[in-house]
Every structure is written in structure tokens, then in C-alpha cells.
């Protein structure tokens, strides 16, 4: 599913519209649209970026609350919007988003149902799920929680908290996508032997060559792992470093980089290693839905096909 202009809201420079993190009320209408990036983006290094920007899945019926809380969210993350609980699986089955806040009082899918099916279908039960609601009794609190809701917060909130909230659960998502590469590495015995393709090249490109594939093999981990650290890593500058790898192997570094990322993800599912989430955020993509699209991309079928089929092998 391609999602509309009005359904996404990128982060701002300035933060969120100006305003402070809490003490603002509800304000009337939608927050107007924030483009990607003013300028064009030429490269392909900082279409990766932006495509792996962290994103949160709003699903809020009310139209001044959903643009009070994407005000505020959109100075840090990607934010994509739905309206009520149907449209908001469809967009997070489709767009694997980092987190999702949803209300709990909506028309066609309430929050609670909603939640119960992102847990329960393992493309999507990794997203942490923030419920928002009016209801204060424990009864409630307990239901949403019930559904595997990873937290609850109650309306009237405070802006700073939800924000805090937002903050820690991804957070946690990191320290144990961390945790878990450094654990699968141990698994398959160290640092896989990653290839590009090969080509007839004299013994200086084979070092070249070589030197490239250990930089980036150090550096898959690392999300923040860029063209500018390979540069470095290898002792070029960033244009020196494309003219020599477009002569050899024929690729840019930024398409090096995400190649060797998706080869490294790719034996990790083969191994079943781990899940999804967890392999996507081992090999350094910001974002699964990210990974997952790269990965059909360059290999014509999702990771979770790869991972269903080594648990049949």
C-alpha cells in the first residue's frame, strides 16, 4: 500500500512546530503537511537515511487530538496517521512501523482489537503498542494490557510524558538489538566472509577490494555506519572512494554498504538466528519496514519467507 501526503508527517527542523514539549492544549484542525526535505535529494546515501528514519504509527479518530500529538512527535520522528483501527493495521502491516500509539475508542476496529491483531501476527508482534485512552479504571487498564499493550496512558497526558514513553520503549528496542548483535556474530562463528561480485582486477583493486569488504564487515552493526565512515575507513575521501569502487565493482558505496547488510541479513535468517526486528536492527537499518523493502527488493521475496523456510529445512 503507497501511503497519501496526509498520511505522513516527516520530522521538522525546528522541532515540534515551535512549541514546547507540554503545557499546550488541543489545537483545531490538522497540522499541515511537512515535506521530506526542502531541498532535493541527490544522493544515494541520504535516500537510504531518510528512508530509515524512525516512525511511529498514529491511530486516533479525533482529528484534534491526532494533531496535537503528531505535532509534537514530528520534531523527532517519521510520523504516518490513521484514522481508526482498520486503516491502521492495513498501514502497519504495510509500513513496519518502530511504534505505534493508538487510541483505544475508535469506529470499525477499537484499540484493543487493534493491538490483539499487531501481537498476534508474528510479521507485526515486535511493535511496541502505546494505548491511549479516557477510561481511567484499572478494569480497562488491565484489558489493554491484556492485549499485550507494552503501555497505557490516559487522556488528559501530558506531552513530555508521552514523548518520554515513546522515547524508552524505543530505546529498549536498541539496547536489545545490541545485545542481539553481538550474539548472533558469537552463533555463526564471527563475522561472516561477505563478497562482492567477482571481476577481473589487479592485485592493487584486490586490496582495495578487500580492505573495503573488512571496513564495512566492521561497520554492519552500526546503524550510524555511513559512506563517510567507509571513506575513512579505507583512507579516501568520500568522492575518491566512489570514483574507485563505480571503476571496479561497478556500485556505489552506499549500494556496497546496503548490499552487504542485506547479505549478512540474509545468512542470519538462514540460520534462524533470530527474528525479523531483530536481525533487521543486528545488520544496522534503522528501521525494519526499511529493511523488510530492501530486502524484497534485492532478493524478490521478505525476510519472514527466508526465516519460514529455514524452519522447514
Do not use: W
Not at 159 to 176: D, G, P, W
Not at 199 to 217: C, H, I, M, P, Q
Not at 244 to 269: P, T
Not at 286 to 305: C, I, M, W
Amino acid at each position: 500500500r503507497h501511503l497519501t501526503d496526509a498520511q505522513v508527517v516527516a520530522p521538522t527542523a525546528a522541532g515540534a512546530g515551535g512549541q514546547g514539549a507540554s503545557g499546550d492544549g488541543f489545537v483545531g484542525g490538522e497540522t499541515s503537511i511537512s515535506q521530506a526535505s526542502d531541498t532535493t535529494v541527490d544522493t544515494a546515501d541520504e535516500e537510504e537515511t531518510a528512508a530509515d528514519r524512525t516512525t511511529v504509527l498514529l491511530v486516533e479518530d479525533n482529528a484534534d487530538i491526532r494533531s496535537y500529538v503528531t505535532r509534537h512527535l514530528a520534531g523527532r520522528f517519521r510520523v504516518v496517521v490513521a484514522v481508526n483501527g482498520r486503516e491502521g493495521l492495513e498501514l502497519a502491516r504495510a509500513t513496519l512501523p518502530d511504534l505505534i500509539i493508538s487510541d483505544v475508542m475508535m469506529p470499525e476496529m477499537d484499540g484493543f482489537a487493534l493491538c490483539r491483531e499487531i501481537k498476534s501476527n508474528p510479521e507485526t508482534d515486535f511493535i511496541p503498542v502505546i494505548l491511549l485512552t479516557a477510561k481511567a479504571d484499572q478494569s480497562d487498564k488491565l484489558e489493554g494490557l491484556g492485549q499485550r499493550a507494552d503501555d497505557y496512558l490516559t487522556k488528559p497526558f501530558d506531552t513530555a510524558e508521552l514523548l518520554a514513553r515513546v522515547t524508552n520503549l524505543i530505546n529498549s528496542r536498541k539496547l536489545l538489538r545490541d545485545r542481539f548483535a553481538e550474539e548472533a556474530a558469537s552463533r555463526i562463528g564471527g563475522p561472516a566472509r561477505l563478497h562482492v561480485t567477482p571481476v577481473e582486477v589487479d592485485s592493487a583493486d584486490t586490496v582495495f577490494l578487500e580492505n573495503v569488504r573488512n571496513a564495512v564487515e566492521v561497520g554492519i552493526p552500526d546503524e550510524s555506519f555511513t559512506v563517510d565512515a567507509l571513506a575513512e575507513g579505507v583512507g579516501l575521501s568520500r568522492s575518491q572512494l566512489h570514483r574507485r569502487l563505480k571503476a571496479i565493482a561497478g556500485k556505489s558505496a552506499s549500494e556496497v554498504i546496503r548490499e552487504m547488510r542485506l547479505e549478512r541479513g540474509s545468512q542470519l535468517l538462514a540460520a534462524r538466528a533470530g527474528t525479523v526486528s531483530e536481525i533487521a536492527y543486528a545488520v544496522g537499518f534503522k528501521s525494519v519496514s526499511h529493511f523488510s523493502k530492501a530486502f524484497l527488493e534485492h532478493y524478490g521475496q521478505r525476510p519472514s519467507a527466508i526465516l519460514a523456510g529455514a524452519g522447514q529445512a
